[in-house]
């Protein structure tokens, strides 16, 4: 995996197809969904960071500027003090 959202979405695909294969014996389909368990607990804890990154960008789209000193991990302290624009 690439760290992207859309590779996210790929080894989630990859892993229902997993889930999805006839040939797999009552064991595997077990460890196989063990797995997707993991795999679904990691990926909503990358959604929720990437919705709450989303939900800064939108505070600093609507609000500019004046926003970043409240959103210190978003901004450089050169675009707080107004040096980058």
């Known amino acids: 995996m690439k760290n992207s959202m ?3 979405n790929n080894h989630l695909f990859m892993q229902l197809e997993r889930l999805s294969e006839e040939d ?3 064991a595997q389909i077990a460890q196989e969904a063990k797995r997707a368990e993991a ?3 990691v990926a909503e804890q990358i959604v929720s960071n990437a ?3 989303l939900k800064a960008a939108t505070l ?3 609000h500019g500027n004046d926003v970043l000193p409240m959103l210190p991990q978003v901004a450089s302290s050169k675009t707080i003090e107004g040096k980058a624009k």
């Open 51 to 53: 919705q709450t990154q």
């Open 24 to 26: 797999l014996s009552e």
């Open 6 to 8: 859309t590779d996210l």
């Open 39 to 41: 795999i679904v607990s």
């Open 60 to 62: 600093f789209a609507q």
